[in-house]
């Protein structure tokens, strides 16, 4: 009997630690997926707070650099509208007495705008912003811009290729009080016959040129696209100084 009982008791000590081990299996597996499963929400928090941080950080260089943007945009396609529609080098170009001074200010706005480009091109390339709409929107509307003077379709006069675009908006940027900025019409003036000849000159010869006509009627309508998408309140610029050119 007593064999019996001790049988029973040693099956009941070996279920019993068997059971533990299963337990102890289980609990162990259990703790591994609760662990993994952790681990993987925490990646996945960090993935969108990073995601989160950089679109923020996107957004905040857009703002910075908006209203620089927006006005060099302005002033370049209120200079092509004119050349477009108002004959504005057939009044001041040719041998008329301000004459250098029209072709100046035409490069001048060209030059601004791609060096505006060009600063918010340096704070936003690395950063990553797939739900920031408005940057997206901003930045697809200045490759349309940059297309239209690289493009060789219907010609080659005024084609601006994108390295060249850059090299123009590289020149123009100055340091001021720890602040990178494109430089004024003075210091280009300044700078206009050793840094901008080249472009300059080829302003001068092609401007006049159909296909360089072309192109300029397809920028300036993208640059009134590119305004109202940085001023949708219409704050500064009102549709109707927008006008496309036909």
Known sequence: MSDLLAAASGGVALVAAVLGVVTTLRQSKTDARLAQLHSDLETEVHRRTAMIDRQLAAEDVLTKYRDPLAAAAFDLQS??????????????????????????????????????????????????????????????????????????????????????????????????????????????????????????????????????QMRLRAAQHALCELIRALDPGQLRYGDEQLTKAR
């Open 79 to 212: 200079r092509l509208y004119n050349i477009l529609e108002l004959d504005f080098l057939g009044l001041w170009g040719g041998t008329h007495p301000r004459a250098q001074d029209a072709l100046r200010t035409t490069l001048f706005r060209l030059a601004q705008y791609f060096a505006w480009t060009e600063i918010l091109r340096r704070n936003i390339q690395f950063l990553s912003f797939p739900e920031a709409a408005s940057t997206q929107h901003v930045t697809r509307l200045q490759a349309e811009i940059a297309k239209c003077f690289l493009s060789h379709k219907g010609g080659e006069a005024l084609m601006i290729w994108s390295d060249e675009q850059r090299a123009i908006g590289e020149r123009m940027i100055v340091v001021e009080h720890e602040e990178v900025i494109c430089m004024g019409y003075a210091a280009f003036v300044d700078a206009c016959e050793s840094t901008f000849a080249p472009w300059c000159d080829r302003l001068r010869a092609e401007l006049g040129e159909p296909a360089a």
